[in-house]
């Protein structure tokens, strides 16, 4: 059941975002509470009353001390960032992520935004996450180093907003 979050969600969330490292950073509670009070939405979608897979976005002009979202708004406007989404290891390949990103489209369009943006990590590398991103219409775009063995390529979609 696809569904946004509710705040008696945030424990099974923090879980599941620090299971899924690397692809995503590991989280305090504290710290994903403050990531949710600046995100715009999280979809969650719930199997058997588990927290099978998130997704959370982030506009822009958020004050979010995110690297990446930091470097991001400094090329864009109008856009919709994809700060996290992550899948429960035992619910993966069965489509939860695109259906999470089926519906960020869909509220991209609603809401006027022009582009969709996240980065994926290349070193560590996350194969999987690139091919998904490609596999739905995602086009890479530049590549930015954080550090040792740390280093993002940014992906973007092109959004056509709904007609107001």
Partial sequence: MLRELR????EALLLLNNSSTPAVNTLTLEELQSILSLAEKCWVEEIDRDLAAALIIIGPDQNYSSDN???LETQFSNYCYVDR??????????GLGKKLYQELEKH???EGDEILLCEVNIEPPNPQSIAFHTQLGW?????REHGPGKKVQYFKKSIIPAQR
């Avoid at 989404?85 to 069965?94: E, L, P, S, Y």
């Fill in 69 to 71: 979202y930091t470097w």
């Fill in 108 to 110: 991209a369009q609603r």
């Fill in 139 to 143: 086009e890479p775009f530049f590549e």
């Fill in 7 to 10: 705040e008696e969600d945030q």
């Fill in 85 to 94: 989404i992550m899948v429960n290891q035992n619910h993966k390949r069965r």
